[in-house]
Nanobody
Framework: QVRLVESGGGLVQPGGSLRLSCAAS????????MSWYREAPGKSREMVAY???????RYTDSVEGRFTISRDNAKSTVDLQMNALKPEDTAVYYC???????WGQGTQVTVSS
């Protein structure tokens, strides 16, 4: 069965960096688009970054230039490098297959001084 497992969240000060990783299994990873979403308290889940199976990337405007999504098809992983973090980036971050037909369990990212 499809399984997505996120790791790498935590507490970081404003301006700091974190790298999230998602390990995928149960499907042919290289054939699928992958994504990172986030859900902040009281807000709906929003797409943060998306990477096509051919490596094309896109980002939501609020993270453009600060976040980078990447994938390693040999390892079946998709990462999210987050730099220059802001308090408004605080959320639970979810790895998704495509536009979210499968989700991981989420990892908490808290940006606070």
């Amino acid at each position: 069965q499809v399984r997505l497992v996120e790791s790498g969240g935590g507490l970081v000060q404003p301006g700091g960096s974190l790298r999230l990783s998602c390990a995928a299994s149960g499907f042919t990873f290289s054939a699928y688009d992958m994504s990172w979403y986030r859900e902040a308290p009281g807000k709906s889940r929003e797409m943060v970054a998306y990477i096509n199976s051919d490596g094309r990337r896109r980002y939501t405007d609020s993270v453009e230039g600060r976040f980078t999504i990447s994938r390693d098809n040999a390892k079946s992983t998709v990462d999210l490098q987050m730099n220059a973090l802001k308090p408004e980036d605080t959320a639970v971050y979810y790895c998704g297959r495509g536009y979210g037909n499968y989700w991981g369990q989420g990892t908490q990212v808290t940006v606070s001084s």
